[in-house]
T-cell receptor, first 115, second 116 residues
Framework: SQTIHQWPATLVQPVGSPLSLECTVE??????LYWYRQAAGRGLQLLFY??????ISSEVPQNLSASRPQDRQFILSSKKLLLSDSGFYLC??????????????FGPGTRLTVL | AQKITQTQPGMFVQEKEAVTLDCTYD???????LFWYKQPSSGEMIFLIY??????QNATEGRYSLNFQKARKSANLVISASQLGDSAMYFC?????????????FGTGTRLLVSP
């Protein structure tokens, strides 16, 4: 069965510090991968998605970036965090099989607080 | 642009009763998909149920069913026989087609509280 891991689970960082959040998927090949952010009491906002190694698309301009160095690894980074980067970051994966539905399955999330 | 609206910020239900969570959507696409996710206090988003725009029957998954009314553009989630563990945030989402990439657009969610 497929599993998705995210770490760290929680993170407190000062403004201006760098960020690296990691997401890995097990039990599937060539998944689509996604990074979402959820502000307190809000819905999910898609930040990045990737359909393959090295292929990253950005949905929202910001000081965040994403990379996919391996098939099942997705990394969210920032060189200098802003207060507005605080939130709950969720990674998700999906696999489209034979034209059927492309359900996204989410990881446990990382709660980031920027002080 | 596609949009999902969840008008109930909070809902209360007693254990063992049924509850309906509302979701309306707006799209000009002929082909689309609708999803419901549950988010407990731990934060993880748990997939519950899916309905395709061409599906003729309402989707069901155990105690969850989706009341799909295409003409009204609504996709309400019905939870039967509520349990205490159903207390959580519930999000409706729509799959948006974007040059072959299937993007999910989420509503703002409904917080469900199940009381004993």
């Amino acid at each position: 069965s497929q599993t998705i891991h995210q770490w760290p689970a929680t993170l407190v960082q000062p403004v201006g510090s760098p960020l690296s959040l990691e997401c890995t998927v097990e039990g599937t090949s060539n998944p689509n991968l996604y990074w979402y952010r959820q502000a307190a009491g809000r819905g999910l906002q898609l930040l990045f998605y990737s359909v393959g190694i090295g292929q990253i698309s950005s949905e929202v301009p910001q000081n965040l970036s994403a990379s996919r160095p391996q098939d099942r690894q997705f990394i969210l980074s920032s060189k200098k965090l802003l207060l507005s980067d605080s939130g709950f970051y969720l990674c998700a994966w999906s696999v489209l099989i034979g034209g059927s539905t492309d359900t996204q399955y989410f990881g446990p999330g990382t709660r980031l607080t920027v002080l | 642009a596609q949009k999902i609206t969840q008008t109930q910020p909070g809902m209360f239900v007693q254990e063992k009763e049924a509850v309906t969570l509302d979701c309306t959507y707006d799209t000009s696409d002929q082909s689309y998909g609708l999803f419901w996710y549950k988010q407990p206090s731990s934060g993880e988003m748990i997939f519950l149920i899916y309905q395709g725009s061409y599906d003729e029957q309402n989707a069901t998954e155990g105690r969850y069913s989706l009341n799909f009314q295409k003409a009204r553009k609504s996709a309400n989630l019905v939870i039967s026989a509520s349990q205490l563990g159903d207390s959580a945030m519930y999000f409706c989402a729509m799959r948006e087609m974007n040059t072959g990439f299937q993007k999910l657009v989420f509503g703002t969610g409904t917080r469900l509280l199940v009381s004993p």
